[in-house]
């Protein structure tokens, strides 16, 4: 959007069938976006094969690879795990949003992750856990010098800090109001810092 390539009314569309914003998008359509998602586990092995990619090539490229604790319920995030160690892609960053909440329930009730940093570390990735809502807490962990192996960042977040569904399974996908919309960006024009009365919603049964 930032850089022209969707409309104000394609953003209007979101998780619409049939427009290019679904709930997953799809590589076909949108100027930019590589890949088809929707199937967790996509992510860490689509990043570490453009690291590799990029090294043959002799780019001087650093992937990012955002992905969530829920999605690494999947085995196939630990597979490419490995392969990004075995080929010491340090040019690959991992941000793990730990946050405890996926699509359907708690991490905890699903499939517990606990805390993920000494899992990934056994693995030999260069593994740390900071705060995710600290944007410099990440910059610094990003450009600190790596071990020679992917850099995983763990970031412990809470889902919806800060504003009134905070914590609440229902935050994870369903659609903001108007007023609750409205009343969110006062609270982060304001710094987060006060409380703007964001209104209780009524979720219902999923």
Known sequence: ??????????????????????????????????????????????????????????????????????????????????????????????????????????????????????RIAAFGADAQKINGHDPEAIKKAIVRPTNGTPRVLILDTVKGKGLQFEDQLESHYLPLSEADYVAARTFFKQGGANETGLRKRNFGAL
């Open 1 to 118: 959007w930032s850089l022209g390539q969707l409309s104000d009314t394609d953003l209007k569309t979101f998780t619409r069938d049939d427009t290019l914003l679904p709930g997953h998008p799809s590589g076909r359509g949108i100027p930019g976006l590589m890949f088809s998602t929707g199937s967790l586990g996509h992510g860490p092995s689509l990043a570490a094969g453009l690291a590799l990619a990029a090294r043959h090539k002799g780019l001087d490229h650093q992937v990012f690879c955002l992905c969530s604790d829920g999605e690494w319920q999947e085995g196939s995030c630990w597979e490419a795990l490995n392969f990004a160690i075995h080929q010491r892609l340090e040019n690959l960053v991992l941000l793990i949003d730990q946050n405890g909440l996926q699509g359907f329930g708690r991490t905890a009730d699903v499939i517990s992750c606990d805390d993920l940093t000494p």
